[in-house]
Every structure is written in C-alpha cells, then in structure tokens.
C-alpha cells in the first residue's frame, strides 16, 4: 500500500480540475491553520472564525484574482487554475455566487497541484504571499 501512495510516476496534470482541488482544498486549510496556531491563535471559535478570512470562496476568489493581477502565476500555473474554474461541479455555491466559487475551485486546483507535483517551494511561496495578501487586506 505505502508503494502505491508513494508513486512518483502519475501524471498529475492529467487529473481533473475537480480532482485537483478536492487535494487542494485540504492542502491549503492545513496550511492555514498551522499558520493561526503558530501565531498564537489557539480558541477553537477564535480560530474558525480567522481560517475562514483566509479559506472562504470569497476570500480565494480575491486571492486568484490578485494573483492574476500581480502576474506572479506561470503559465502552467494559470491553465490549471482555469482548468480547475471552468470544470463542472455537481455542487451548488454555499453563501456566494457561482462565479466566485468557481474561481475559488480554479483556487483549490492551483494548490492541489503544486502538492501533488512535490513543487513544495511554489506551493509555500504561495500560500505566504496569500497569507500576506489577506493580513493586508484585513488592515484596511
């Protein structure tokens, strides 16, 4: 089983959107939380309610936008989030319109991988500057 897990020799790129962002969706909230738990954060209300400035629809759709603006996504990098935005879900949007949680799901993609390609620098790289990008976001 553990040589199954570890197979380095999938394509990953040929996953789709959905599947992508099924990993990146749990990539990205992990990386959130052990971000607010290192920063002090450590009340369980407390933390659900700060994670969800950084994990909601809304708040991906701002990130993948801002990142789209800033030019800092590769080509490669922003075909897998339009591959991820434009792929049919047989979920409805929760709270948000569909264009946001579609952009949200491109979001998820993106994150999922970077994961699943080992490119864990990019990923991190990433995930900081989204970090950064929401605490400046909240200052206003």
Known sequence: MEQKLMNDKKDYSLLSGLTLAYVG???YE????DFLIRSGQTRPNQLHRMATHYVSAKAQHYLIEAMIEADILTDDEKAVYKRGRNAK???SAK???IFIYRASTGFEALMGYL????QKERLEELIGWSIKKIGEKNEK
């Open 89 to 91: 879900s047989h979920t």
């Open 30 to 33: 992990v990386y959130i939380r």
């Open 25 to 27: 969706d749990a990539i």
């Open 115 to 118: 994961h699943l390609t080992d």
């Open 95 to 97: 709270n948000t319109s």
